[in-house]
């Protein structure tokens, strides 16, 4: 069975940083390209960061670009996304999952992790 379990979130002032983690199981992690969603209220789930199975970066969102950093280590089955300069429309519930080309996510999802960014 797929499982995610994200942690790191809270509530952050403008300009600040936080390190996401996420925990994952029941795949062979390593196998896989992962990524960072995120879904702020009112929007749809949106990729915003994607890590190829070896630790290629290949892909972030243009609105984190040179703010965010994803990472991964296999040996540990854990994703990372460190997110500085934190803005308010950075706020938002952090998700991590398969970022399959052509494919996507698994359809199963964690419970994500709660971004806040404000004064």
């Known amino acids: 069975q797929v499982q995610f379990v994200e942690s790191g979130g809270g509530l952050v002032q403008p300009g600040g940083s936080l390190r996401l983690s996420c925990a994952a199981s029941?795949?062979?992690?390593?196998?896989?390209?992962m990524g960072w969603y995120r879904q702020a209220p009112g929007k749809q789930r949106e990729l915003v960061a994607r890590?190829?199975?070896?630790?290629?970066?290949?892909y972030y969102e243009d609105s984190v670009k040179g703010r965010f950093t994803i990472s991964r280590d296999n040996a540990k089955n854990t994703l990372y996304l460190q997110m500085s300069s934190l803005k308010p429309e950075d706020t938002a519930v952090y998700y991590c999952?398969?970022?399959?080309?052509?494919?996507?996510?698994?359809?199963?999802w964690g419970q994500g992790t709660q971004v806040t960014v404000s004064s």
């Open positions: 999952n398969a970022a399959r080309p052509g494919l996507g996510a698994f359809a199963s």
């Open positions: 029941g795949i062979v992690f390593s196998m896989y390209d």
């Open positions: 890590i190829t199975s070896g630790g290629n970066t290949n």
